[in-house]
């Protein structure tokens, strides 16, 4: 666990490093104006859409009873927006992930390469087509969890819990595998992976944790989802930056851990008698 801890404090100083803030310009505004250009074309057709759904919806209409009783019958007019809001952002939250990992994980991992491990040899253990397939496959798994527990967040407390357990998964299984990939053969990086297995992923849970702390700001009233144009490109501008965090603490300690791996010794060769060697021997146990 030491060797995490490095590795995250080693992240905190690399992610002042100028290099790594122009690196996350451009993941940011490609993810922000992909956001703001859903938003403006699609926002309030979904809005819609989906009040219509919930009047549908029976026990919709005893919740909005129970509000007009308890006099919070404005509360109706954010229910369809809240809900949507929650609904988009772990996706958004999925996206920045995907955007650190695909424009800023293998320059960082070359900057951390070139400062600390300049002379770990480059094995290239994987092509960029396995990468991508990886990270889709990853992705693909991480949307359809995060559908089917998407009924389980109306409970308080899973809401909190649930996405980012996603979340971390998902960075685990992408970004050590990015970090790896340059550098790791084949072997070495199925090695790693396999005995680091659960240092990286407290990892990426870590991470996890760390994105959902902006999304605490929508459950704190009405007033933000008011205020969601705003405060959506700056979640997005906080989900990079724990992302590109997180990316640099997967590289520490991944790079790390190869350097380790290579530099151990080679386990003790066993001494194996030859086949054609054993009749002699049995013929001098006979002689004595």
């Known amino acids: 666990m030491r060797s995490v801890l490095d590795a995250f404090f080693r992240a905190a100083v690399y992610c002042l490093h100028p290099r790594v803030i122009a690196l996350s310009f451009l993941p940011l505004a490609i993810t922000i104006a992909g956001v703001l250009g859903l938003g403006y074309f699609f926002w309030n057709d979904a809005i819609e859409a989906l009040r219509l759904q919930l009047e549908a919806w029976a026990w919709i209409k005893l919740i909005a009873g129970a509000l007009d009783t308890l006099g919070l019958g404005g509360l109706r007019a954010v229910m369809a927006p809240a809900l949507l809001l929650f609904a988009t952002i772990p996706f958004i939250v999925i996206v920045c992930l995907l955007m650190v990992s695909f424009f800023m994980t293998p320059a960082m991992v070359a900057l951390v390469a070139e400062r600390r491990f300049a002379g770990l040899e480059r094995k290239k253990g994987t092509s960029l087509f396995a990468s991508v397939a990886w990270a889709l496959g ?75 702390l902006p999304s605490a700001l929508w459950a704190s009233g009405a007033m933000f989802i008011a205020m969601a144009p705003v405060l959506v490109p ?42 054609e060697v054993m009749p002699d021997l049995a013929d001098q146990r006979r002689s004595d």
């Open 234 to 275: 700056l979640a997005v501008w906080v989900y990079t930056l724990v992302f590109s965090f997180s990316s640099l603490w997967f590289a520490h300690y991944s790079l790390s851990m190869l350097e380790k791996l290579r530099k151990a010794p080679p386990p003790s060769a066993v001494s194996v008698v030859p086949p």
């Open 138 to 212: 990853s992705t693909l798994a991480a949307c359809l969890a995060m559908a089917l527990s998407v009924p389980l967040w109306l409970l308080p407390p899973l809401v909190l819990v649930l996405p980012p357990l996603i979340w971390g998964w998902l960075s685990y299984r992408v970004m050590a595998f990015d970090c790896l990939a340059e550098h790791a053969s084949a072997a070495e990086r199925r090695q790693l992976m396999q005995q680091h297995r659960f240092e990286l992923l407290a990892i990426g849970l870590l991470t996890g944790y760390l994105g959902a």
